[in-house]
């Protein structure tokens, strides 16, 4: 049970210096070195981590490699699998709230949202696929009566799992549990600052029985570690969640290094799109101010273009601002905030200088835009509404990744859809309206891996994850992200 006594005791545990996982146990990196863990919370450090170099993914690949060929893993039955992924699963729920109050220490989240999108959400992912594995089924070719086709679906070997800070547990999960699943070997690079969790995941996966070397982590830089496992020739894949600068150089190490399959899930700029007709103004916003400003606006899909038909602006704009003067900024681990911590003061930072260049550029400051709460030290930032908001400027078009919503007004639904395609991403979407022609119509013509129709996210494990155009490709989640660890391979049999 989450209750604020537990947390407030959680939080106090002495974290210490957490080392590499690998081989079914934690080791030092083979240069000595680790680095410093600041909390968001307060400012100050409180963890160090392992800081891995190239020997580290070395030995980590090595292990995993080994274990794969070593088949306890890769060649299980899939009852088997399905056994230690769900006594995984079970683990994690276990020590849920252990987990989240950890990562809230990390990254800032507000524990209510963390508990649930973290381990519980990780739980969930792992036991979904724990439970598939055993109906997925090969395929017969329909061939002349004198052949047998055979595909058989074949895990792909060693993949590496490179995920960013905003929920490094979910995310993880969505790539750790297929892969897993499927019989593959992995080996994770956690974000710089935001690994503790993680580390902690894999030895609760040793813990429920997974084989010594099947799950191996390397915490440290990305720019060290992250290269290391994206140029290695004995990686046969890397699962990528992170920003698009990022996921092109994964590109490149696989096109320099032995041709590795990288799936991307990168950034977003989604349009969230209110019709004079949405069937609720009031809950259209008060969702819509939870879509952008939840976990501070760092969520990958978060609505942080918002297109409001001109009818109804003013009213909107109305029940937007109250519905964000409620959201209450503060400490992520007291159950009363609603907003926690921006993950770090270079995010801070970083959010802020969009704010000043959306001032610049003549956009109407609503609200926030500032930095608030300094007096803990830690990085805290007022939920911010620019409104007037043109194509062009810089807050209609790149990524924040903070909690900073951009306002746009529009007339007719064609100029709708293509204010919202008028970006170079396309990972998510929503449409507010009730006519039911136009929600299908805008599902169709909205270039986005998601369009939510009156709601924004939740969308559960059931349905894929990803983007088109420069958000990526490759889709997390549903039975579909199974394809991504497994290969085909074709057995072509003479009956003569
Ligand atoms: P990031 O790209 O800076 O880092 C992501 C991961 O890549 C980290 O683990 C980092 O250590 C590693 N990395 C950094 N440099 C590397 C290199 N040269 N080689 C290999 N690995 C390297 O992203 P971030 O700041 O952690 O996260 C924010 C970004 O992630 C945003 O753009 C956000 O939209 C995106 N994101 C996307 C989704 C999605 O599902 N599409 C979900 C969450 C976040």
Not at 156 to 184: E, S, T
Not at 325 to 354: H, M
Not at 380 to 397: C, D, G, H, K, S
Request: include cysteine; glycine fraction near 10%.
């Amino acid at each position: 049970m989450i209750n604020q006594d537990t947390i407030d005791t959680l939080r106090k545990t002495e974290v210490g210096a957490r080392r590499l996982f690998i081989d079914g146990t934690p080791v030092d990196a083979q240069s000595g070195a680790s680095l410093e863990v600041i909390s968001p919370i307060d400012g100050r450090p409180f963890a160090r981590i392992a800081d891995g170099g190239v020997a580290d993914v070395d030995r980590a690949v090595a292990s995993a490699r080994k274990a794969f060929a070593k088949g306890s893993w890769s060649r299980a039955a899939p009852a088997l699998r399905k056994k230690v992924l769900t006594k995984f699963a079970e683990l994690v729920e276990k020590h849920a709230l252990e987990l989240a109050v950890l990562g809230v220490r990390d990254n800032g989240t507000e524990i209510g949202m963390a508990y649930k999108a973290e381990p519980l959400s990780a739980a969930g992912t792992i036991r979904y696929y724990g439970e598939a594995i055993d109906k997925v089924y090969g395929e017969i070719a329909p061939t002349a009566d004198n052949v047998l086709g055979l595909i058989h679906k074949e895990p792909l070997g060693v993949v590496g799992v490179i995920v960013p800070w905003n929920f490094p547990l979910m995310i993880g999960a969505w790539k750790i549990a297929p892969a897993l699943a499927a019989g593959n070997s992995i080996v994770v690079k956690p974000p710089e600052i935001a690994s503790l969790t993680l580390l902690r995941l894999a030895e609760l996966a040793v813990e429920a029985g997974l084989p010594e070397g099947v799950f191996n982590v390397v915490t440290g830089r990305g720019s060290v570690a992250g290269e290391a496992l994206g140029l290695h020739m004995d990686v046969d894949a890397i699962a990528f969640t992170g920003s698009g600068p990022v996921g092109r150089r994964l590109l490149e190490y696989a096109a320099r290094s032995n041709l590795k399959r990288v799936f991307l899930e990168l950034g977003g700029k989604s349009p969230n799109i209110v019709f004079a007709d949405a069937p609720d103004l009031k809950q259209a916003a008060v969702v819509s101010a939870n879509g952008i400003f939840r976990n501070s606006g760092q969520v990958c899909v978060a609505g942080s273009r918002l297109l409001v038909q001109a009818s109804v602006y003013d009213r909107f704009m109305d029940e937007l601002l109250k519905a964000t003067t409620k959201l209450k900024v503060g400490d992520p681990l007291d159950l009363g905030s609603d907003i926690g911590a921006v993950s770090s003061a270079e995010q801070l930072t970083k959010n802020l200088g969009f704010v000043a260049k959306a001032v610049e550029e003549g956009a109407r400051l609503v609200t926030g835009g500032e930095r608030i709460l300094a007096g803990t030290g830690g990085s805290y930032m007022a939920p911010t509404i620019f409104e007037n908001v043109t194509e062009t400027m810089q807050l209609a078009r790149e990524e924040v990744f903070g909690p900073v919503l951009g306002v746009m007004r529009f007339e007719t639904e064609e100029e709708a859809v293509r204010l919202a395609n008028a970006t170079v991403y396309g990972l998510a979407s929503a449409v507010w309206t009730s006519n039911l022609s136009t929600a299908h119509r805008m599902v169709r013509a909205i270039n986005a891996g998601v369009v939510h129709v009156n709601t924004y996210g939740g969308a559960d494990i059931t349905v894929p994850l990803g983007g088109f155009k420069q958000s990526g490709f490759g889709r997390d989640k549903s039975l579909h992200a199974i394809e991504k660890y497994t290969d085909l391979k074709t057995a072509w049999i003479s009956l003569n």
